[in-house]
């Protein structure tokens, strides 16, 4: 089960975005690929996926956005933040 969570970061040299985010959009990807590693238990790694990036803006203040990118594997879930470059975030210090 996943348990609702909250939804935010805040920077040590901007303000903090949480709350009143609006959806921009969203896009959706699969992929079946495979990979040679030079060391490890197994030569050969597939990267078998489903992608769903949720892109989000603040409704007020900055109007930054941000993207959360989703990825559903055989044997787990990953996640990742990205912020793209914008006028008024154009690099980030994470605190928190």
Known sequence: MIRPS??????????????ALALVSTSQAKSDTSWTQPFGEWKTIRDNYNEL?????????????????????????????????????????IAE
């Not at 909250?6 to 709350?19: M, V, Y």
């Not at 603040?58 to 787990?76: C, H, S, W, Y």
Request: aromatic share 10%; glycine share 6%; no cysteine.
């Open 53 to 93: 990036i949720v892109r989000l803006r603040e409704t007020k203040n900055l109007n930054r956005e941000m993207a959360v990118t989703f990825r559903i594997f055989d044997d787990g879930v990953g996640l990742r933040y990205s912020f793209p470059d914008q006028p008024d975030l154009h690099h980030a210090n």
């Open 6 to 19: 909250a939804l935010g970061f805040l920077f040590t040299d901007s303000r903090k975005i949480d709350r």
